[in-house]
Nanobody, 123 residues
Framework: QVQLVESGGGLVQAGGSLRLSCAASGRTFSRSAMGWFRRAPGKEREFVAS????????NVADSVKGRFTISRDNAKNSVYLQMNSLKPEDTAVYYCAAGAQFSSWSLYDYDYWGQGTQVTVSS
């Protein structure tokens, strides 16, 4: 059974930083893209960042470009999201996704999802 477990969320003041982690189990994703999405209150789930299996190709949403960095460690079957200069509008539940054939911004390209971790940025 495949599981994705996110951690690292929490409450932070605007301008602060958080690092999200996602650990996968049940299968290896070294040849699959992994990514992060988020859903703010009252909004649809949206793309944040993604990375190809070999780590060569990354995509980052314009809204977080220059502030968020995605990385992965295939030896640990994990993906990370370093979030700096956080803003109140970054408040959302952040979801890890895996299993896409390529680094994709579309949530429909991912086969597996975590349960999400809450990030709250206070002003």
């Amino acid at each position: 059974q495949v599981q994705l477990v996110e951690s690292g969320g929490g409450l932070v003041q605007a301008g602060g930083s958080l690092r999200l982690s996602c650990a996968a189990s049940g299968r290896t994703f070294s040849r699959s893209a992994m990514g992060w999405f988020r859903r703010a209150p009252g909004k649809e789930r949206e793309f944040v960042a993604s990375m190809s299996g070999n780590g060569v190709i990354t995509n980052v949403a314009d809204s977080v470009k220059g502030r968020f960095t995605i990385s992965r460690d295939n030896a640990k079957n994990s993906v990370y999201l370093q979030m700096n200069s956080l803003k109140p509008e970054d408040t959302a539940v952040y979801y890890c996704a895996a299993g896409a054939q390529f680094s994709s911004w579309s949530l429909y390209d991912y086969d597996y999802w975590g349960q999400g971790t809450q990030v709250t940025v206070s002003s």
